[in-house]
């Protein structure tokens, strides 16, 4: 009798890990995490930009897609200015280095104007196409200026990636300074 248990008991296990292992592979094949997706209602409100001065009807049309990535590049860029202020707090004055210059120039000015233009690309595509009911779902306009708003969100984001890697190989510099003074005054 008890061999009967463990058998059963043994293929439920096996069962249970072959279809926890299939289901993972499933996920995998068809290119999602498990727990990762977020479903945006469309009645709901975009989130809060902190840093990106983005206006609500330039992210209205935009593509899920884009506005996570925005939002990651927000967040980013929120955590630079908090480092560079950490640092004017604590009485140094945080250089403006060219790539800081570039970031700030890309985020408050072409940012901004590249999501307009897209966005007018995007409008004047849909009223192309309901001209030609014979014509592919996306055009090729609509299709190459979302990849150029892809390429530079992520150009922007590796710099701000790139920054943030700076000030924390400096904060660590400054760190391994300050230990090798104490451990020479000892």
Do not use: C
Not at 149 to 160: H, M, Q, R
């Amino acid at each position: 009798m008890s061999v009967v248990i463990g058998a059963g008991v043994l293929t439920l296990v096996a069962a249970g890990y072959v279809s926890r292992k299939g289901w993972l592979a499933f996920h995998r094949a068809v290119g999602i995490t498990p727990g990762k997706m977020k479903y945006i209602e469309p009645s709901q409100q975009q989130p809060k930009m902190r840093q990106l001065s983005l206006s609500a009807e330039r992210m209205q049309d935009l593509p899920p897609s884009v506005l996570q990535q925005l939002q990651r590049i927000d967040t980013k860029a929120q955590l630079l200015q908090q480092w560079r202020d950490e640092l004017t707090q604590s009485g140094q004055t945080p250089a403006v280095s060219e790539e800081e210059f570039l970031v700030n120039k890309l985020l408050k000015e072409r940012l901004p104007e590249l999501l307009t233009n897209y966005q007018r690309l995007a409008r004047h595509d849909t009223v192309l196409q309901q001209t030609r009911p014979d014509s592919p779902t996306q055009s090729h306009g609509e299709g190459s200026a979302l990849n150029l708003v892809f390429e530079l969100l992520i150009t922007i984001e590796a710099k701000l990636d790139a920054l943030l890697t700076r000030y924390q190989h400096n904060t660590l510099q400054d760190m391994q300074v300050m230990q090798r003074y104490l451990q020479q005054r000892q």
